[in-house]
């Protein structure tokens, strides 16, 4: 019976040392230059002027709700739709939670007002 998992095993210790041997290249061979300007904390080119734990505005987070449905949306009705006239009424209605979902997300993100900024 552990005769089945013997592939697994082996695919496990392959890929760790593949992973194992590309960071320890990457750390070797790599350029080592340090200058002021990536020692320094900040990447955005200029130093902070707020404090690091400031509130953000909830829309910020909205639109990464909204961007997510959206994005699940497309992911899953693009395959949905090209086989739907193969699958018929039975995906038709196991489609509609998802649909279901995504309505009640797009509608709380309306009314937070996610949707419209000054």
Do not use: Q
């Amino acid at each position: 019976m552990l005769d089945n998992y013997v592939p697994v095993l082996v695919f496990f210790v392959v890929a760790t040392l593949f992973g194992l041997i590309g960071l320890a290249a990457g750390f070797i061979l790599g350029p080592r230059r340090p200058d002021r300007e990536k020692l320094s904390p900040y990447e955005c080119g200029f130093e902070a002027f707020e404090d690091a734990r400031a509130k953000f505005d909830v829309r910020f987070y909205l639109v990464a709700i909204l961007f997510i449905l959206f994005d699940l949306e497309i992911a899953f009705f693009v395959p949905w739709a090209l086989v739907l006239d193969e699958l018929g009424m039975h995906a038709l209605l196991a489609m509609l939670p998802f649909l279901l979902v995504l309505v009640v997300g797009f509608v709380y993100e309306w009314r937070k007002g996610a949707l419209e900024w000054e």
